[in-house]
C-alpha cells in the first residue's frame, strides 16, 4: 500500500487490525516540498521521525502526501542504529537494525505540512497478555538503546573504513607505479 503497509485479504476470515499506532490524516490538496511526521515522547523529545521522501531503505515507510484521507502506522519502535553504508550486498544481520519498542506510557504525533504544524495526543498501553511491568518495559528500551548505540559505533566505524578503502582504491588506480596498484 502507499502508507507503506502490507494487505492481505483473506476469503473466509476477517483481518486483525494493524500492529502499532495508526494516525489519521486529511489534506485538503497535495502540498508542495516535504511532509513530516515526528513522534514525541512526554518529555517532548523526538522518538522516531518520518517524512514523505521516498527512501532506498524499504523498511521505513514513508508519510503519505496525496490529497485526501491518508494512514500512517507507527510500529512502535524508536530510531534504531546507524546503518551501514550499501556495499552492493546484505547489511549486517540481515539488513534488519530495529530500534527498540517504546515504553507504554503518553506520546504526541506532530503532522509537519506547508508550514503549519499539527500534533496530537495519544496513550501506548502495555501489552495485556505481558505480565511486565513499566519498569520491566523500561529495562527493556534502556537496554536495547545501550546495545543500539554500540551497534552504531561499529556501524559508524565500518562506514568510515570501507569510505577511507574505496578513496584508497581510487588513488591507487590513478598511481602510475604498479606496486601501489597491487597493494
Known sequence: NDDGTNEVTFTDAGNNPPSGVQLRYWLRE????????EFLDSE????????????????????????????????MQAEGPTP???SGGPAA???????????????????????????????IVPDPRSESTIDDY?????LHSRVNAKLSEVNEAINTIRRVKKQADSWAERSSDEGIKEA
Open 44 to 75: 517532548g523529545n523526538v522518538v522516531k521521525r518520518f517524512d514523505s521522501e521516498q527512501s532506498d531503505d524499504k523498511r521505513e515507510p514513508s508519510v503519505s502526501k496525496k490529497a485526501g484521507a491518508n494512514r500512517f502506522i507507527w510500529n
Open 138 to 142: 523500561r529495562a527493556q528500551f534502556e
Open 84 to 86: 551501514l553504508e550499501s
Open 93 to 123: 544481520f540481515g539488513g534488519v537494525q530495529a530500534g527498540p519498542v517504546v515504553v507504554p506510557g503518553t506520546y504526541r504525533a506532530r503532522l509537519k505540512v506547508n508550514g503549519q504544524t499539527y500534533e496530537t495526543e495519544f496513550e
Open 30 to 37: 497535495e502540498p508542495e516540498g516535504t511532509v513530516e511526521l
